[in-house]
């Protein structure tokens, strides 16, 4: 008896096309989960650089320090616990995104979507160690060099690490540049549903979606100069990550005046994760 090779391909794909369907609500929930907790974690990064910009001491974080700081509030173990599974739903979307492609993505945005949901898987499975008490191990500390010093200095040590550096650094820069550019030309989520929104709110969202993904591209674009800098000298130190591009504004002229603008843009880029969260339209 002969079988046909495409009649088990077709049942196959079937059978994966029936699994994605009954998934779909699940997808959904998590990626609105991780929307709220990547708005959450960017809320408390802009909350603690303004509460440096106004002298409140302190020091400026990133997402690792934030979390950190609410370890010792009340309840910082369960606030901790519900970011961690946030930002495991956001993992699971970018999986999503990176392998499955379900609004369409292309190779570019396929791969972005891949190492983005690395590093926020990283950032939960560090929020999670600190929710069970764990410590979560080293973070960026407050000049935001451990980290980024760490991954770029492994990097580098890579056959050809200065240049695999430098590619990084590029596209940080890149993706900076091209967040300001959207923040310029109100080009925020083409799939947030702003048409159920009332006109206040609908106003009111475009603003927090133009502050915050500016500021962000600006933060982003520091990020990648100085990941540029270290390929170029060859020096893993010159790498920051987000709480050293803060600390760096801090330390200008007109320094509290800039940390504290670009932190009131991270905390609009925060809620405006929250309005994702809420209102994008997410078709997986």
């Known amino acids: 008896m002969q079988h046909d090779p495409r009649r088990h391909i077709d049942r196959a794909a079937g059978q994966a096309r029936q699994a994605a369907r009954e998934a779909a609500p699940w997808v959904e929930k998590a ?21 440096v910009a106004l002298g409140d001491g302190g020091s400026t974080e990133g997402s690792r320090g934030a979390l950190r700081s609410l370890a010792d509030e009340p309840f910082g173990q369960v606030l901790l616990g519900l970011i961690a599974l946030g930002l495991f739903g956001y993992v699971v979307w970018r999986a999503v995104g990176a392998f499955m492609a379900p609004e369409g993505e292309g190779t570019g945005r396929r791969v972005f979507y891949a190492v983005s949901g690395a590093v926020y898987a990283g950032l939960a499975i560090w929020a999670a160690r600190l929710a069970l008490g764990g410590g979560g191990g080293g973070g960026e500390g407050s000049g935001g060099q451990g980290q980024s010093m760490g991954w770029t200095a492994d990097l580098m040590g890579a056959p050809g690490g200065r240049w695999l550096v430098g590619i990084a650094g590029l596209a940080l820069l890149g993706y900076g540049v091209q967040q ?105």
């Open 31 to 51: 990626a609105r989960a991780g929307y709220a907790a990547k708005g959450v974690v960017y809320a408390l990064v802009g909350i603690l650089a303004v509460q």
């Open 180 to 284: 300001l550019y959207h923040a310029y030309t109100t080009q925020i989520d083409e799939r947030l549903d702003l048409s159920s929104m009332s006109p206040t709110m609908r106003q009111w969202t475009i603003r927090f979606g133009r502050f915050g993904v500016g500021a962000r591209g600006v933060v982003l674009s520091m990020i990648g100069g100085f990941v540029l800098t270290a390929a170029w000298q060859a020096d893993p130190s010159e790498a920051r990550g987000l709480g050293g591009a803060l600390s760096t504004l801090r330390d200008q002229s007109y320094g509290p005046w800039l940390l504290g603008l670009v932190a009131l843009g991270l905390i609009a880029y925060g809620i405006y994760n929250l309005i994702r969260a809420r209102y994008r339209v997410i078709n997986p």
